[in-house]
């Protein structure tokens, strides 16, 4: 089956440096999407790409989904304490997203 | 609001008592579904339904039951808990292909 692999798997950082999260996915996919989790929370939803080669800007966030549509990244450029979380991306062609294991973001004041 | 409520939010249960963890979402989505999320492995499908009485097994089906006789609500079902069905469950709901409004979730510790 379809398999959505997230690397890393935690990522400290100091605060106001950058930070980036990977999604690879073994199939092509129609879509990902991107959620966010504060500790302690739920999941809620950042983002969706949709085309080859998509590039989406959120504030201090960039999201990208690659050419052949098996890979995206997260980017967050000087990274804050509110960044805190663990962000997933994913995957889906259908009613059945493929979720990655999450990337978790410590920020270091 | 806009909302996807569960309940209830903390369960503590002992091996082979039945239960139900009731999901209802007010924003009238066709889709509903059931995640667990256990520490490393990510959110994992247990159960989704694509409209009123159409459910259908995601990644994770074995120990659960779900129903969906309205559209607004989707309870999950454990007949038999189990120790390993200690987990952190999540509810979601979608409109069609986007993005999926998840409850605030309910942690479930079988004894």
């Known amino acids: 089956g379809q398999q959505v692999m997230q690397i890393p798997q935690y990522q400290h950082v100091q605060e106001g440096e950058d930070f980036t999260t990977y999604c690879n996915s073994s199939?092509?996919?129609?879509?990902i999407q991107w959620y966010k989790q504060r500790p302690g929370g739920h999941p809620v939803f950042l983002i969706q790409?949709?085309?080859?080669?998509e590039v989406k800007k959120q504030k201090r966030l960039t999201f990208q989904f690659g050419e052949a549509k098996k890979n995206s990244s997260l980017h967050i450029t000087a990274t804050q304490t509110t960044d805190v979380g663990t962000y997933f991306c994913?995957?889906?062609?259908?009613?059945?997203?493929?979720f990655g294991r999450g990337t978790s973001l410590i920020v270091h004041p | 609001e806009a909302q996807v409520t569960q309940n209830p939010r903390y369960l503590i249960t002992v091996t082979g008592k039945k239960l139900t963890v009731t999901c209802s979402q007010n924003?009238?989505?066709?889709?509903m579904s059931w995640y667990r999320q256990d520490p490393g492995l990510g959110l994992r499908q247990i159960y989704y339904?694509?409209?009123?009485?159409?459910?259908d097994k995601g990644d994770v089906p074995e120990g659960y039951k779900v129903s969906r006789k309205e559209k607004r609500n989707f309870p999950l079902i454990l007949e038999s808990p189990s120790p390993n069905q200690t987990s952190l469950y999540f509810c979601?709901?979608?409109?069609?292909?986007?993005?999926?409004?998840f409850g605030p979730g309910t942690r479930l510790t079988v004894l």
């Open positions: 979601a709901s979608a409109l069609s292909y986007n993005e999926q409004f």
């Open positions: 924003m009238n989505h066709e889709y």
């Open positions: 199939t092509t996919l129609s879509n």
């Open positions: 339904s694509m409209n009123v009485e159409v459910t």
């Open positions: 790409l949709v085309k080859s080669g």
């Open positions: 994913a995957g889906g062609g259908s009613y059945i997203p493929t």
